[in-house]
């Protein structure tokens, strides 16, 4: 007895059909949908925040011992090398960093941009 691809199809749709009935969709559970998150850190690891006048922030991170630091600020990143003569000033032609605790200042050319800026504790 030979059977034909139609009548093949026709007999093997109840067992496909059934089949769709029982597939279940996999439970998803994301912590954002439920409310249960934490908010990650943006500080770089390492680094020590500092705020300044007029709200604005950044972060410092020590490099080769303290003879370079990184800054991070909300919108670039880059690096400067300590100057030779002044233990507490690091430069990169362009931009110069002044670390005199308690207050600390950044300058942009000859433009003082960031003043007053205190480290701060992070959580």
Known sequence: MKLSFKQLILLSMPFLISSC????????NLPMLNGDY?????????ASLYKCEKNKKFYIKALEGGKEMWMTF???EFGLKQVDALKNTYTNESTTLEINDPET???EGDVLTYQKCQIQKLK
């Open 21 to 28: 009935g029982s597939v279940k969709m996999p439970e998803v």
């Open 38 to 46: 934490r908010e990650l850190s943006t500080a770089p690891l390492g």
């Open 74 to 76: 909300p919108d670039r």
């Open 105 to 107: 200042s950044i300058k």
